[in-house]
């Protein structure tokens, strides 16, 4: 059945994911800017008003598409973080969610990176962007100092929020090194980095408890 000829508002969350994953696919084929509502109608298989009764606009397919494909999951990692047993290795999950971004998520990676680059510009994007990021870097800031908690360990001399902007950036720059070079990036160089990046901020920590330089 052409899906052309139903009701978008018949159709559902059906619809909606169809018409995410078509959008998904567009972007990452035509870019962010280059791509049209039409165009997402006709990989979808349906009519440009289905995707209006679903979406108010081009932006907000984009928004939806970067919560559910990357600020959800995210989010899941920072709640794991934050209540992970000491014995749990995060930097081994870290791993584990990165290389499947990369490997099931790719699109939505390059989608949002992309994102990054027009918001640079855009006043009405960078506002969003920056929204959106405050409120995931504070979530992991406060999964940080909930982790130091857990593993009894000294209070940090950096902020946590600084700490998190940093483990953001570091899992962004990867990401980009990966897109442009792919097979470039071990997956287990995040785990890594962020390892060092602890290690490295703990031993601060603990000798400024001792008294020591």
Known sequence: MDRRTRAARAEGREARGELLSAALRVFARRGYGQAAVDDIAAVAGYSKGAVYWHF??????LFALLEERIDRPMREM??????A???RDMSAEATLEFARQLGEQRDAVLLEREYWTWAIRDPELRTR???RQTVLRRALAAALEARGRHLGTPELSTAAEDVAR??????GGLAVDELVEPGSVRPELLGETLALIYAGLLARAQRREDGTN
């Open 129 to 131: 962007y920056a929204e």
């Open 56 to 61: 108010s606009s081009k932006e907000e397919l």
């Open 166 to 171: 940093i483990v953001m950036i570091v899992m």
């Open 78 to 83: 920072v709640a794991l973080l934050e209540s």
């Open 85 to 87: 047993p000491p014995d």
